[in-house]
């Protein structure tokens, strides 16, 4: 099974801007999951995560597994966000 990282945001806040630079929102992650692929869609994000969250409002990552072997499912950078229920079934 492939899985594909996608991102629980949290509700767009007004991001500050210096003067001069257009402002817009800005969407903190605020859970990492892992969720399968779409059945006959390899790079389309299946209708559940792995603990079971729907997919629908959630942003697909860019991060790959599988071009960074030995390392962990997820970005480093969010490693302290990753759900705990879809690390469990990854590390299995």
Do not use: N, Q
């Not at 899985?3 to 003067?19: C, Q």
Request: with cysteine; hydrophobic share 35%.
């Amino acid at each position: 099974m492939s899985e594909i990282v996608v991102y629980e945001l949290d509700k767009p806040v007004a991001a500050r801007s210096a003067p001069g630079t257009s402002s817009g929102a800005e969407r903190r992650v605020r859970r990492v999951h892992a969720a399968p692929t779409a059945p006959g869609e390899p790079t389309a994000t299946g209708p559940r995560t792995l603990c079971g969250r729907d997919t629908f409002a959630m942003e697909t990552a860019h991060w790959k597994p599988s071009e960074h072997p030995g390392g962990p499912w997820y970005p480093a950078e969010h490693a302290a966000v990753v759900c705990p229920d879809c690390d469990a079934v990854m590390e299995t």
